[in-house]
C-alpha cells in the first residue's frame, strides 16, 4: 500500500506538472508554452503515465497482500488516495510539488528495495 | 453543467446537454436520499465498532478462549431449552463477544444472545439497533428496530441506486473539462466556480470507488431488480425456484441438505454436539484460516453443523464451508463457491462490505464514501447556487423562488441535519433510561425526530444562518459525545486511552474530531460572507490558455 501510494503519488505529480496551469502554479514565471516547457512537459506527461503503469505491474507482480486480487484492491485504493494527495498540494502547496514527486519517487526506490530485501 | 455556455463545437452540444439535462435532474430528484444512503452506508464500515460502542457493558472482555464454542453452546442450551438451530458467530479482533442467533419457526425473526468469550456465561448489554441501524437503512431504509416495509425500502434504495450510476455515468460527459480540471481546485474564487470545482474533484478523483460501490450495490440484490434471468433458468413447481438458485450460488448442489434453510415442518430438538473436532478438522484445511460462524440445524437426518470461514479473510465474499454431521462428527462435503460468474459475484459483494480490509484500509473506504457524499453534497448546493447567480445576473436582488427556497430548505435540513441527527442517535443511547421499554425505537425516535427538526430549521431559514444553526448544534452534539460517555460509562478517554483501547478511544476521539470539524465550517459560515456575485458567477476559465486542448499534456482532455 506505501509503494503503491508513492509510485502513484509520483505519476500523479508528473502529470499534474504536465498540465499547462499547475505547471505555471509550480514554477511561478515560467511561460508553460515555451518550447523548452513544452517539451519538459511532454516527458512529465509520458512519465507520469509510465510510472502508473509501473505501480501497477510492480501490485500484479509483487502482491504484498496475501492474494493478487486484494493487492490490486490496495493500489486502487492508493490510486485514488495519492490522486487526493496531489490535488490538494497542487491547491495549497503548488511550488512543492516538484520536489515532494521526486522525494516520493526516490523514497518509493527505497521501499521496493527493502521490501525486495525481505524475501 | 459547463457546457450550457459553451457554444464553439454545435454538433457536440445535442450529446451533452441532453446529459447534462439527465444528470441535473436525476441528481436533484434522488439526490437527499442518496446522501442519506452514502452517509449511512459510509458509517456501515465501522458496523462492529458502532455495535460495541453503544453496548458499554461489553466493554473489557477478554480475548476469546479456543473452547468458547463448546461452553456457548451449553449456555445456549441452558437459555433456549429445545432449540433445533442456531447460528453462533465467533469473537474475531473488531466483536468481542460470542454472538448466538436462533429462531424458534422457520420464518420467524432471529433471538439473539451475546456470551462472555471465556465463560460462555449470557452478557447483558443495553437494548439499541446499534450500527446495525446505519446498516438496515442505508440499503433498505429500515427505520425501526423491527421494521416492516423492507422489501419496499430495497425498492426504492435500489432505484436510487440505479439514479446515482446514471448521474456518475453522464456526469462524466456533463463535466467537459473533468479531466482537463483533475486536478483542479479553486476554493479562493468562491461561490458557483468553487463548488463546480469542489463537485468536480471529488467526483473524478475517486470515481473507481464509486462505480464499484454503485454498481456493486445494485448487483447484491440482482435478484430482486432483474428476476427474469433466474426465473427462465430455474422453473420451480410455483414459479422460480430460487432456493435452488442461490444454493449454487453459494456453490451447492440443489437440493443438497442445508445447515441454513430446511424445510417447514417442526425440527427435533438439537442434542449437546461435540464441536471441538470439528473446529479443529476446519482449522487443519484451511491452514490456520480463522473460523468465523458455525451454523448447526437438526433435520429428518440428524443434527448438521456448518462451519463458515470468516469472511475476512479473502476479497471474494462468499466464505468457504465445511459441512459436518452432527453425531459422528464426520466431515461430509467441502463447499468452497468458484466459477467464473460466482466469484465476480463474489469479489463485488465483497468489495462492497469491504470485510477483508484492515484497520488502514477500513479509513480508507470511510474517507472514500464521505468524500461521496461531500460530492452529492456539492451537486445539491451547486445547483441552488448557479440557479440563485443566474436570477441575480438579470435581476439584482430577486427574491427566491419556491422551487430554490424549497431545495436550499433541503439542503440545510436533510443534509446538514443528517449528521446532527446521527449524534442525537448516539446521545440517545447514552441518556435514555436503561430500563426503558422499547429502547432501540426510542434510540431511532431521536434520530428521526432531530432530523425533522432540521428540516423545519431549514424550511424556515433556507439561508447560510440556517445552514450555521444546523452545523453549530451537530458540532456541539459531536463535542458532546465524549463530555456524555465520560459522565455515563466507564468506557470514556480516561479509561480507553491509557489502555491504547482504540476500539474504545476511536470512536471518541473521531466524534471530537468531526466536532472540531463542524465547528471550523460554522465558524467559517459565520464569519465569511460570501463574494458578490458579478464577481465569481462567469464562466469557467477556458480563456486561460487559448490553445491549451492541443498542447500534448492535456490530450486526455480532448477525450472528456
Known amino acids: 500500500m506505501l509503494l503503491d501510494f508513492l509510485l502513484c503519488f509520483a505519476a500523479w505529480t508528473a502529470l499534474a506538472l504536465a498540465m499547462d496551469r499547475h505547471h505555471e502554479d509550480a514554477w511561478p514565471g515560467v511561460e508553460s508554452e515555451a518550447p523548452a516547457a513544452a517539451l519538459l512537459r511532454q516527458r512529465l506527461f509520458k512519465s507520469g503515465w509510465a510510472l502508473l503503469g509501473l505501480s501497477l505491474g510492480i501490485a500484479l507482480c509483487f502482491p504484498a497482500t496475501s492474494s493478487v486480487a486484494l493487492s490490486a484492491t490496495a493500489w486502487t485504493a492508493a490510486l485514488c488516495l495519492s490522486a487526493l494527495a496531489a490535488t490538494a498540494l497542487a491547491t495549497w502547496q503548488a511550488p512543492r510539488l516538484p520536489v515532494l514527486g521526486l522525494a516520493a519517487l526516490g523514497l518509493a526506490l527505497l521501499v521496493f528495495c527493502f521490501s525486495r530485501l525481505g524475501h | ?327 459422528s462428527g464426520q466431515l461430509q462435503t467441502q463447499v468452497d463457491p468458484q466459477g467464473p460468474a460466482i466469484k465476480t459475484y463474489g469479489v463485488l459483494y465483497g468489495l462492497h462490505l469491504g470485510r477483508f480490509a484492515d484497520t488502514g484500509m477500513r479509513w480508507v473506504l470511510f474517507g472514500f464514501g464521505v468524500l461521496g457524499s461531500l460530492m452529492i453534497a456539492s451537486g445539491l448546493i451547486l445547483w441552488s447556487v448557479k440557479r440563485r447567480a443566474q436570477a441575480l445576473r438579470k435581476t439584482p436582488a430577486a427574491p427566491l423562488p419556491f422551487g430554490e427556497r424549497l431545495v436550499a430548505s433541503f439542503n440545510i435540513g436533510l443534509m446538514g441535519g443528517l449528521p446532527l441527527a446521527i449524534a442525537a442517535y448516539l446521545l440517545a443511547n447514552r441518556l435514555l433510561p436503561l430500563e426503558m421499554p422499547g429502547r432501540p425505537d426510542a434510540e431511532l425516535s431521536c434520530f428521526f425526530g432531530i432530523w425533522i427538526l432540521a428540516l423545519l430549521l431549514g424550511l424556515i431559514r433556507p439561508s447560510r444562518q440556517g445552514w450555521a444553526l444546523v452545523l453549530g448544534l451537530a458540532a456541539l452534539a459531536y463535542l458532546l459525545l465524549p463530555l456524555v460517555n465520560a459522565l455515563t460509562t466507564s468506557t470514556h478517554l480516561g479509561i480507553s486511552l491509557p489502555a491504547l483501547d482504540w476500539s474504545w478511544a476511536g470512536m471518541d476521539l473521531s466524534f471530537a474530531a468531526t466536532g472540531l470539524m463542524l465547528a471550523a465550517l460554522t465558524r467559517h459560515l459565520l464569519r465569511h460572507k460570501p463574494l458578490p456575485v458579478a464577481r465569481h458567477a462567469g464562466p469557467a476559465k477556458s480563456e486561460r490558455k487559448p490553445n491549451a486542448a492541443r498542447t500534448p499534456g492535456d490530450s486526455t482532455a480532448q477525450e472528456a
Open chain 2, 1 to 327: 453543467m459547463t457546457g450550457s455556455r459553451t457554444t464553439h463545437q454545435p454538433e457536440q452540444e445535442g450529446f451533452r446537454q441532453a446529459m447534462s439535462w439527465l444528470h441535473t435532474w436525476s441528481g436533484l430528484i434522488l439526490g437527499w436520499l442518496l446522501f442519506a444512503i452514502f452517509v449511512t452506508g459510509t458509517l456501515s464500515f465501522f458496523k462492529s465498532e458502532f455495535n460495541l460502542w453503544m453496548r458499554p457493558e461489553l466493554h473489557g472482555l477478554p480475548a476469546s478462549d479456543s473452547d468458547v464454542a463448546q461452553r456457548a453452546q451449553v449456555a445456549l442450551h441452558e437459555h433456549a431449552p429445545g432449540v433445533s438451530n442456531f447460528i453462533m458467530r465467533l469473537p474475531d479482533e473488531r466483536t468481542p463477544a460470542v454472538n448466538v442467533l436462533w429462531r424458534d419457526k422457520p420464518n420467524s425473526r432471529f433471538e439473539t444472545l451475546l456470551l462472555h468469550p471465556q465463560t460462555g456465561a449470557a452478557l447483558q448489554a443495553r437494548e439499541t439497533a446499534g450500527g446495525e441501524f446505519f446498516y438496515r437503512f442505508h440499503f433498505e431504509l429500515r427505520t425501526a428496530h423491527k421494521g416492516r416495509w423492507t422489501i419496499q425500502g430495497r425498492w426504492i434504495v435500489g432505484v436510487a441506486t440505479l439514479m446515482m450510476f446514471i448521474a456518475l455515468l453522464t456526469g462524466v460527459v456533463t463535466h467537459r473539462r473533468i479531466f482537463k480540471d483533475f486536478f483542479t481546485f479553486r476554493p479562493r474564487k468562491g461561490g458557483q466556480r468553487a463548488w463546480l470545482d469542489a463537485h468536480n474533484v471529488s467526483g473524478v478523483l475517486v470515481l473507481p470507488f464509486y462505480l464499484m460501490i454503485t454498481f456493486s450495490g445494485l448487483m447484491i440484490f440482482h435478484a430482486m431488480y432483474m428476476p427474469a434471468g433466474i426465473a427462465a433458468a430455474y422453473p420451480g413447481a410455483r414459479g422460480t425456484d430460487t432456493q435452488s438458485y442461490f444454493s449454487e450460488l453459494q456453490g451447492d448442489v440443489p437440493g443438497a441438505r442445508s445447515a441454513r434453510r430446511g424445510g417447514n415442518a417442526q425440527a427435533e430438538p438439537l442434542p449437546m454436539l461435540d464441536l471441538a473436532p470439528m473446529l479443529s478438522q476446519a482449522s487443519l484445511l484451511w491452514q490456520g484460516g480463522r473460523v468465523g460462524s458455525i451454523t448447526v440445524r437438526s433435520d429428518s437426518q440428524g443434527p448438521l453443523v456448518e462451519i463458515t470461514r470468516h469472511d475476512g479473510d479473502r476479497l471474494q465474499y462468499g466464505p468457504a464451508r465445511l459441512r459436518f454431521d452432527g453425531r
